[in-house]
RNA sequence: CGGGGUGUAGCGCAGAUGGCAGCGCACCGCGUUUGGGACGCGGGGGUCGGCGGUUCAAGUCCGCCCACCCCGACCA
């Protein structure tokens, strides 16, 4: 651990990159692009999985695993899909020292072998609907690549699941999208929008992609979730075929949705600050750390007796507690390392403490003595939940109105390519792509998506004044 | 793949005109410290990105290669 971090309303980028690797979440592997997630960043991804597993379970799903490996010829059988993701496969030529017959591609996604998968399986529309989530990693071989956003490999979700229906398909892809959004804000404390992707920016093979949108601390976007209506593409592609009640045969509906360590991300540059990471206290691997103060052997025993006490009565309570009892650096040292890897609160125990029965407690969300108060030993389980509940309400609260405050409602088309270059833009427009790529090529800004809370009546396109009957977001994007 | 840059200890760097490979941080040991990033003393650690060339002598000069980073076209 160690040194000051550079600015975050400096230098974002740098910020970033040095908050990821001293906070120790993540490192860089030996390969380009790739990336170790240590110890503490898959702790906070774990927690993570938790929240998200807890609401696939409680929607009916269950959890399977599929190869890793995937048949190239699979991946030619939908077209969108081949060509979104040819170029940026990795394929496996040779296995046991032999050239393969056919290359096996190492999976960018699941659709194709889950689609052959669910050929076998369903005869019946009895058989239906499938819900099925996997747990994995996947490959996808990016340029240009940064911890966490985008690796060569990552680590996600994906559900599939395949319907009698068009409308129970729909249903489930806006179920899953408002799974990702509740956990998104009252989990991670991270603002989204939910709404639909363009054309252009929707996902490879899908009918309708949509989409958690959020703001992070630099005002660019970032697409936390994706949740796609894949129509009947994949059924077609691979046959999946059920007998109605009718005894006709039809093609299912599908749908794929996915979340990944991206979201470590999101949480990080929505949250973070100078001084280093800020985590939600629901998903902090550390929710409360105890740093005992003392100035020689007689004050030690006292004080880490009162340690001990608080802790044991803080894990009682469930709460997730660190003890830092490490001699060989200075309070000071711990009260910063502890800062950078955003453990929501903190409680310093010193002699003067044991002497008035007293903890001194300091919040993460508000640097310096600003957020330090003195409270009772007595009662200290119920003090700190109590806080950690109003330290993951401030966080939403914060970046709730940040964002916000960075989204503007453009008069004309010169304004909005001045919003765009610090803010997202709000604005009518016509759903043409040539629009859109417009804005692209003058600004570096995409479509977000048109939010699922559509606004109501019409305006006139923010590029080319033809009319339109929905409202989309404008932001360059991660 | 285009443009720019960098490779010397784990990290950050220094090393004019070729001549014993160094500094700061980190790390290890001992002691003093400890309510916002402690200090002293001692110590360990290197195929100088790789290969070839010039030279009595190359981290330094020349050539080729490799890797990584930053900026542009694609992306959860």
């Known amino acids: 651990m160690a040194e000051k971090l550079p600015s975050r309303s400096e230098n974002f980028a740098d910020w970033y990159n040095q908050l990821v690797l001293k906070a120790e979440l993540a490192d860089y592997a030996p390969v380009r692009g790739c990336m170790v997630v240590r110890p503490y960043g898959w702790a906070l991804w774990e927690n993570i999985q938790a929240a998200l ?3 696939f379970k409680e929607t009916g799903h269950v959890n399977a ?3 890793l490996f995937i048949p190239m010829h699979f991946l030619e059988k ?9 170029p940026e496969l990795a394929v496996v030529t040779h296995g046991g020292g ?7 591609v190492v999976r960018p996604t699941s659709e194709t072998i889950i689609g052959y998968m669910y050929a076998k399986w369903i005869k019946s529309y009895r058989d239906l609907p499938v819900l099925i989530n996997q747990w994995g990693n996947v490959v996808r071989w990016e340029l240009r690549t940064k911890l966490f956003l985008r690796t060569l490999e990552f680590y996600w979700q994906e559900g599939h699941t395949a319907h009698a229906t068009e409308e129970e398909a729909r249903e489930e892809t806006l179920r899953m999208l408002g799974v990702y959004a509740d956990f998104a804000i009252n989990e991670a404390a991270v603002p989204v929008i939910q709404g639909v992707k363009s054309e252009s920016e929707k996902f490879a093979g899908a ?11 630099d005002k660019r976007a970032l697409q936390a979730g994706t949740s796609h209506f894949l129509g009947q593409n ?3 592609a691979f046959d999946i075929q059920y007998l109605d009640r009718n005894n006709t045969l039809q093609y299912v509906w599908t749908t794929s949705w996915g979340l990944s360590t991206r979201f470590i991300g999101a949480i990080i540059m929505v949250h973070g600050d100078d001084q280093g990471l800020v985590l939600p206290p629901r998903l902090a691997p550390i929710q409360v750390v105890i740093v005992p103060i003392y100035r020689n052997e007689s004050q030690k025993s006292e004080v880490m007796e009162a340690v001990r006490r608080v802790g044991g009565e803080l894990t009682e309570a469930g709460i997730r507690v660190k003890v830092d009892d490490r001699d060989e650096v200075t309070p000071g040292f711990k009260f910063n390392d502890w800062e950078m890897r955003g453990v929501p609160l903190r409680i310093e125990i ?15 969300d508000i640097p310096g003595r600003e957020g330090k108060s003195f409270v009772p030993q007595a009662g200290i389980a119920q003090t700190v939940a109590e806080m950690l509940t109003t330290i993951q309400d401030a966080l939403l609260a914060r970046a709730t109105a940040f964002r916000d405050a960075n989204i503007h409602d453009p008069k004309d088309y010169a304004e909005l390519q001045e919003v765009v270059k610090d803010g997202w833009a709000f604005s009518w427009w016509c759903g043409d792509a040539e629009c859109e790529a417009k804005v692209k090529a003058d600004t570096k800004a995409t479509t977000r998506c048109i939010p699922l809370e559509g606004v109501e009546g019409e305006g006139k ?5 033809k009319k339109a009957t929905q409202k989309v977001y404008f932001a360059r994007a991660y």
Request: net charge negative; charged share 35%.
């Open 65 to 67: 695993a599929f190869p």
């Open 234 to 236: 994949f059924a077609k």
């Open 78 to 86: 939908e077209k969108e899909h081949v060509e979104g993701f040819s």
């Open 461 to 465: 396109c923010i590029v080319c004044g």
């Open 350 to 364: 010193g002699p003067k403490d044991v002497e008035k029965g007293s903890v001194a407690l300091a919040r993460r």
């Open 53 to 55: 597993d807890r609401r």
């Open 207 to 217: 009918v309708q992609s949509t989409t958690i949108e959020a703001m992070m601390g």
């Open 98 to 104: 032999e050239k393969l017959e056919e290359p096996l």
